[in-house]
């Protein structure tokens, strides 16, 4: 059984930083794709930031220049760092793995439960 399990959210003040982490673990044979989405009281899931196995990253416009996402592959643990944090960042954050799990012969998505992040004054 492979699990994602997120952390590090909070509130935090217009301007402030977090940074999440999300771990993999499990009987994991490799892991493709990383990626962060949010998701704000009704409106849709968006992707936020997406990492390739090589450590190439891509970002949502809205979020380009303030936030960085990076890996460690000998951890299975993808991060999002989130600096210059607006209100409109507001939204619970979801990490999302492609992986080849051990007793499954192909890749397959994986989602963790959430963590809140709210940008207030």
């Known amino acids: 059984q492979v699990q994602l399990v997120e952390s590090g959210g909070g509130l935090v003040q217009p301007g402030g930083s977090l940074r999440l982490s999300c771990a993999a673990s499990g009987s994991i044979v490799t892991i493709n794709t990383m990626a962060w989405y949010r998701q704000a009281p009704g409106k849709q899931r968006e992707l936020v930031a997406v990492?390739?196995?090589?450590?190439?990253?891509n970002y949502a416009d809205s979020v380009k220049g303030r936030f960085t996402i990076s890996r460690d592959n000998a951890k299975n643990t993808v991060y999002l760092q989130m600096n210059s944090l607006k209100p409109e960042d507001t939204a619970v954050y979801y990490c999302?793995?492609?992986?080849?799990?051990?007793?499954?012969?192909?890749?397959?998505?994986?989602w963790g439960q959430g963590t809140q992040v709210t940008v207030s004054s």
């Open positions: 990492i390739t196995s090589g450590g190439y990253g």
């Open positions: 999302n793995a492609n992986l080849r799990p051990a007793y499954f012969g192909e890749n397959k998505q994986y």
